[in-house]
């Protein structure tokens, strides 16, 4: 029996362990992209106990949540699965506009059903924040659709703290998904506070910071993608962060496991955080990272990784 866990006071019952999507037809974020093989990656997750899958409209655009709901529709479980999906973006022309609009955001929703081939979304967010529509009003929307079942979870992303608060004036907004990961921890004074209080259960992106807690770079390594800009990869800075990763690579090698099972572990011991989502290329990447279920930290050891990150 897979592991189960509850989304924050949603009733969304989860693998701790999702999948995100955004190399599944991600054709605008990554280059390169073989939309076979990320099919095979998302049944692979399906056919290994995953049930969360982590998808948005920007993710191609569209094209992600097409293929993903290829899949799903494929593999007759849509009832066992739990759904995630974002928008604000809107396409004009050659420009995107972010838009949380109560209008735009119940077409967003329409467009999405269509494109993932269901008649409802589990989770559905406002994947970033526009400058002019008051939050409560965009959120207020979405208690609409899922008052009408369309949605069964709202969730917010990329917002700051105030405009959280203002997005939960009602009490509505049940996830927050943002940046968190061992070398940028800002979300556990900027965040935790409040969502731990309301029961918001925070979702963390980049949780691998984009490979590097993966265990997996050297020195030598340069990139030519999306990661080129992020400064944790580049200098000093990089190689720093490569020493900490080896010092996690011990906790790693005594309980003969990988640096990333050790890393994801580590965020399901903090209060927010009931699953996370990392990202996966191939079907194998899926597999491993299922891995980190039978990770078992001591306290001694959850301690000494914050130590290593303070």
């Known amino acids: 029996m897979t592991k189960q866990t509850r989304i924050g006071k949603?009733?969304?019952?989860?693998?701790?362990?999702?999948?995100g999507t955004n190399a599944v037809g991600g054709h605008n974020l990554y280059l390169n992209l073989n939309e076979e093989a990320g099919k095979d990656l998302v049944r692979a997750a399906i056919n290994h106990g995953v049930n969360f899958l982590d998808t948005a409209f920007i993710y191609g655009p569209g094209r992600s949540e097409e293929l993903v709901g290829e899949v799903v529709?494929?593999?007759?479980?849509?009832?066992?699965?739990?759904?995630?999906?974002?928008?604000?973006?809107?396409?004009?022309?050659?420009?995107?506009?972010?838009?949380?609009?109560?209008?735009?955001?119940?077409?967003?929703?329409e467009d999405s059903l269509k494109r993932l081939q269901t008649d409802y979304i589990d989770l559905f967010y406002i994947h970033f924040p526009d400058q002019d529509t008051p939050k409560d009003e965009a959120v207020g929307a979405l208690k609409q659709l899922k008052d009408e079942g369309k949605i069964r979870a709202i969730g917010v992303s990329n917002f700051t703290i105030e405009q959280l608060k203002e997005a939960n004036k009602d009490g509505y907004v049940d996830v927050l998904q943002g940046n968190y990961n061992l070398l940028q921890r800002e979300a556990e004074h900027d965040y935790f506070p409040y969502t731990n209080e309301h029961k918001i259960s925070f979702i963390p992106y980049f949780p691998l910071a984009a490979g590097l807690l993966a265990g997996k770079y050297n020195k030598d390594m340069t990139f030519n993608d999306l990661r080129k800009n992020m400064p944790h990869l580049q200098g000093?800075?990089?190689?720093?962060n490569l020493e900490k990763v080896e010092q996690i690579r011990k906790i790693a090698d005594a309980k003969n496991t990988e640096v990333a099972h050790v890393v994801l572990a580590w965020y399901l011991t903090r209060e927010s955080i009931d699953v996370v989502i990392p990202g996966a290329k191939r079907a194998d990447q899926v597999l491993d990272n299922l891995k980190t279920l039978d990770v078992q930290l001591t306290e001694a050891e959850v301690n000494e990784i914050d130590r290593i990150f303070k």
Request: glycine content about 8%; charged content about 25%.
């Open 73 to 109: 529709k494929e593999s007759g479980k849509r009832n066992e699965l739990i759904l995630a999906t974002k928008g604000a973006h809107k396409l004009v022309g050659n420009d995107v506009i972010i838009d949380n609009s109560p209008a735009f955001l119940k077409q967003a929703v």
């Open 236 to 240: 000093d800075e990089f190689a720093k």
């Open 10 to 19: 949603t009733d969304l019952v989860v693998n701790p362990i999702g999948l």
